[in-house]
């Protein structure tokens, strides 16, 4: 179904050192380009890390991850999918953003996602921190909620930082909730660990429905069960896979901000997304990934193994619903 | 029953990469300080590697772990422990050794040590090299011998280095034992590993009763089991815990001088700290991370993290003896 | 003059890797504090990168450069100043900015140096980008302007960004001189260099009366000669001075966010700071360390060795001053 | 049964960060030296990278091997083999290659190796890219087909890559096969995994009767039912091993060209090694470090433990065979 | 006379950190696009390193390059030359090389060349190591020698390696003065440096008429001195300008495979190109830039200002032939 | 008169990258070895840096050294010296220190270099921090005090640290006068800088007669100038050349525990030592290198050509000697 235009170059033709680094090397694709409108999913870069509390570098992470991209190839070598023969892909460059003003780079980002969603296009995007999940679901769940499978070593889910302020990388989905771009009993948050100031996340989510598997949990029982409960959570509705690359522990992924000890290593990492197979899914991201932190490469490595895996899943879920 | 100038600030009002750094962004009280009376555990550095036979660095590392211990935030994520509302906590500075006398340096940890014991407070330290837990001991032990869980990859039982010389890192607990500080019956060693030059070490262990638990059985038997046998080892009685960052596999921990490959994992690496709860535990400490080597900060950070899990244990058991 | 009190730890008691780290080993004085009124130079971090328009990191770099300054002792080598005789210094600790919101940050910083300037204090700051000079030139000029001599490659003079928004580290000398906090025709920049989109900064410049000395003129003609037309644009008013890192050949400061290729080596670096002896000078900073891109800590060693140098010309206006 | 003069040097004796560098602190004996006619295995460095399709850089794998291979010691810590008393082994220093010509580099390799197998000697080598692996072989096996266990995250079974190219680190046991060095019924290749162009590879391992264990195979069963397997195809004839470090996960071992995500980790890195006991191992390798991409050394010193190991298991069989 | 359509895009719009990396943020454009008509100076990727014959790694600097090149404006500070507006410049790609071919790798490129030769286009290229530029020379003067200037710590004109191989990063200058590619009365070599094996590259030089500036000439005579003995070399006739990243000293260019101490520093790298300004310039290469030895991309960055340089005076020279 | 023995390998032959690393490639000659009475001038490691006071390494100096001098070719490219033709060279190995006692690694330093001195060879050293000077000229300087220059940025004239300790890597030079090992009115130290303490160290200096040039006065009176001052102090006699490599900016050498700003750049580096033709020189050595702190490997390969131009000067010295 798909035409030769959408196709990664194969390092057995160009080295994969060699060429402009695009996402997993497929065509870039604009607005402007008039094979836009075949792109069925696309992937786009957020470089933005305005809502960081803590140290810094998100911003350069679309590039590095296009950068490392260039390492994937064109088959799942366990599922044995080929994404790129499902589904149309194409890198759609990036969403610019303010980096000095956080409501601002916000309300470009939603522009820029709403011409997505317009379009009917899939986005799996890389960001950029946690906070720009918010503006991305103001596009996507403008008309109805969502639910979401939640990859993190945190909730996200706080009120508020520094007195008040109520727009950062550790609020956005308290913010979603609130917004009703999230419906909360379809939410499902896993992995989450680490030191607390208090539980006011926890209790929130205990409050509006959100089901929380903490590490612990996660270690006790393994991925298929945990998968299992939250594929249940998910259900057959639209859902929205976000995936925080501090989900991991990080010996696997150090090039991140606020990393935390003792969590899942890179094979259940991509366990996780394999997962997900089956469900409704309409958006995913990998977030969080910050390169100045990333002192080998290693964390944008497996970031974007992770993309590959997301896209597999978002390939097959577009594939199924168009009947192929 | 704890006041408010013994809490840590928090990463809600100061973000974490502000302010001067002490250790879990505790106050620093030092001896002239009156406030020393009112403190029960005290978070101590000790910038010394004098008796490193290899890759040197541990001097750095007390510094180091105060930067990175801005990570730490005040309540357990798995035990929901709040350790800075059950005992009076603060960072009472580094011991100043002399890097270039090792006898000298000893004894001035010595009587560093010996003036905390004197003010009941329970030393929680970070290393310095494995060295540093000798002259720690005379302090603690000057009356009584002690129990000992030891984490790490070497017994640190050798007798002597380069001709005869009997004071290296590789060689504490073997006086430690000869001068009586120790009670080898109530002392347990888990995850000893790596390719050794003959077994003294380990023939001595066995000729005075140490137990040692290698990294091949720990990985067979699990933590929870290997845990419940070192605490009946430790048994009711007064109990020290040695934790050397190499008892964690290097890619965990590369941060250290004489790295062993194959050791636990980070999430094994806090869950062992957890089972010493319910031990009497009067003291404890962190050795061997190394700076200069840890190219990506990631030792650092678990090292503290393990310190947190360490501070968690020694504020249960001060609480539970004070009858809070 | 000056007591005990206020002298940095020596190398020879201490070794420099022990203790907690302040400001060249000073000690930490804070409001709360009643030596307070003693202080009369206050070396304050500014941990806050909220204007940086292209790689972050300063917020980290207060800490960093405390770690690095116990490499400082306690004379000049060249000029044989004692700068901790000649005036009472101090360690402030950090102002608490909020990294999500420029505005609020700003304000913070400007009620923080307001206090400084009620105490009489005069501030050595370490930045944090070159957005942070402005709240700090809104609390010490706020009744009138003042003169400025400016190390940089930079002009900072550009008007706004990103479609009109107007507070990046790129604008504050724009904003300065609209708000009156500076007297353009007291004004030097020197360094200035790079690429650029286009002149309108130089326009600026030129139009306001502020004097800029590019680097091709500053190669041609010598540290004494500009450094000479420096003073005299100064002049005997209160001077400002403001340095930014990347200033330096990045060479020998990678560690910046945005460098240009072709400046002064490590010791001219040092030579412009000697040649302002004699300005009246009451405040100064060095801004711009950026450490996540600092590979090696090189630039965050000479940071510091620069501040040492801005602290000998303060503290010496400030006893000359005092009639010491 | 053997002298001294095959014995490594103590790191009790001298320092481990003392002295010129070779293999293990083994003495260096080149083909020169009366002493090689005493060799019974020889470990060698192939410093050639001219296979290699991505990222560069084994070429610097044996110094830095040899470098890190001081942190080894002379027991193995699990099995308490004592390798050097087993066999008689040496340091026959480095293969020199023709960096800029592959099949002139594939002469001189295998031309040295024909030199080692004359002279009775057993090679553990270290690469070098894993196309060093066919002109070995085509000295060791000039006679007959070998049995292979073969540690990867890649089968190396393609057939060309830019346009027909045959040599490349993609194609080494391709070529084996057809040239008839290998026995496909006794070779087993552990650990296959990434996303693939297509099954290419797959398809002729299956055709010719070569074991694939794709990597989840591996981690549900296990190391050592995979291990049983292993053995049970290689059976009792002759055998070769060959170790490509990204067998293992890039946490565990960053410094290679072509990682993929989800391998072992070290535990079971050295548990494979111990799990080929038994075998009739006539030679060995460890390939694929790139000392450029690994920042902290921990790949060095994961590659030389592993070395450590085959060595084990080349000297235990020799000796076995030797009926010592 | 330039539509907008060749122009970078602007930090002042888009962050720099933001957007598909191009050189200088130039629109790419194959040969496939209907734009490469008007294409006049053309930005070209040599991702090779075949020829290398210590430390990799050139293979990776194309890509780093167009990563860094976002640092680039559009305006050269010291000339005040708008390169965009004097010639439509593009980034036509990379060539595709075989990485374990050197032959073919050659051939591939000049084939390439010869494309941007015939289409008209002036091609300023980024290796890639030294070897490059002979397949380069000989599309560009493959029907007359060209004169060229050569800044470069070695002469790269020796005659063989490892025993009688001709084609290496240190001989292309032999061979293209052999072939007639370089009238080598017309080239001078500047910066040449280093101990030596031996002068047999120098007594080659001499016996041809090629001009050799060692570097304790270069820092004994100036900048200014030598830049006009260069242009009087070159002469009117056209012209090549190849430039090795290693003319500059390692301080300020680490990332090389072979470096040499005692080199420019940065400013001086810059001067000498604007010193070229009036030649008759029809091409240029920036080669041997190795990003895994490049830690802190301090090399990339001084990589394409150099790049910039070299554009701003081939774009003069361009639109002074076109009579602009 | 050289005998090929004594040759190093030819990177034409065999790639630098290739082969047991030895300093300059030179064979490894032992006591145990008939050609040691051959040997003119010994190259010696000394991997010990026990009188560290501040960042530690040094130790690892020796086999990092080695390593970076496969870079080093066979004449001079200024001078044309070509010291393997001159005096019959070798790799003596590495003293072995107790990393632990610094008394006894003195002893057995001393120890060493008596055998080397009474086998006639001249040693050319690579610490090791700088105390490891005070034990070899124990051995030079037995019978006789001996003339110095002596390149570094501090004086290393200290009376003692940590109340009294009077052997560190501040003192060897106070103590190397104190035994009457230097004649202080022939020695002459170049570059101190950097802010100090006190000045003891100058008054020591003043009072018995040590030139010492401040780096303000180097940078002002050039290389030429000071190095003729050098040679007069030093005159005829037999003098020791000692290179902390400290002196130079560290820009050019990160690698050190002790870096001050504002040194000489790599070019005055080289240039000073051949500023030492013609003097009498039975000895050098290059110290304080820290491969922990030499991020990119900068610091080893200055160093390694800083030792192939003392070599020289002792090539030419010892040949002229020799009346060759």
């Not at 194969?10 to 607005?31: K, N, Q």
């Not at 991209?69 to 999918?81: L, P």
């Not at 998968?227 to 010996?251: C, K, L, N, Q």
């Not at 969590?263 to 390169?291: H, K, M, T, Y």
Request: net charge negative; glycine share 10%.
């Amino acid at each position: 179904m798909n035409s030769g235009d959408f196709q990664p170059v194969s390092g057995f033709d160009l080295p994969r050192f060699a060429g402009i680094a695009t996402f997993m090397r497929l065509p870039h694709i604009t607005f402007d380009d008039d094979r836009i409108s075949e792109v069925e999913i696309g992937l786009i870069g957020v470089p933005w890390d305005g809502g960081t509390t803590n140290r810094p570098g998100p911003r350069h992470a679309p590039r590095q991850l296009r950068d490392y991209s260039t390492m994937i190839r064109s088959q799942n070598g366990v599922t044995r999918t080929k994404p790129f023969e499902l589904a149309r892909c194409a890198d759609l460059g990036d969403v610019g953003p303010n980096p000095a003003d956080v409501q601002d780079s916000m309300a470009r980002i939603t522009a820029f996602y709403s011409k997505v969603v317009n379009a009917g296009i899939r986005p799996l995007s890389a960001g950029g921190d946690h906070l720009c999940t918010l503006p991305i679901l103001r596009a996507l769940a403008k008309d109805r909620p969502l639910g979401m499978v939640h990859f993190d070593s945190h909730t996200d889910l706080f009120h508020s930082y520094f007195g008040g302020f109520k727009y950062t990388h550790g609020t956005p989905f308290r913010r979603a909730v609130e917004e009703g771009l999230l419906d909360p009993k379809r939410v499902c948050m896993i992995g989450i660990r680490g030191p607390a100031y208090d539980f006011e996340d926890r209790d929130f989510a205990d409050a509006v429905g959100i089901r929380v598997i903490p590490i612990e949990e996660f270690h006790a029982r393994g991925v298929a069960d945990v998968m299992a409960e939250a594929r249940a959570i998910a259900g057959s509705g639209e859902t929205y896979v976000s995936y925080d690359i501090d989900f991991i522990d990080p010996a696997f992924a150090p090039g991140t901000g606020t990393p935390e000890i003792g969590g899942p290593n890179s094979f259940q990492a991509l366990e996780v997304v394999r997962g997900l197979r089956g469900l409704n899914i309409i958006g995913a991201d990998l977030v969080e990934v910050s390169p100045p932190f990333d002192t080998s490469g290693a964390t944008a490595f497996l970031g974007v193994t992770i993309m590959f895996e997301l896209l597999c899943v978002l390939a097959e879920c577009k594939a199924r619903q168009a009947g192929r």
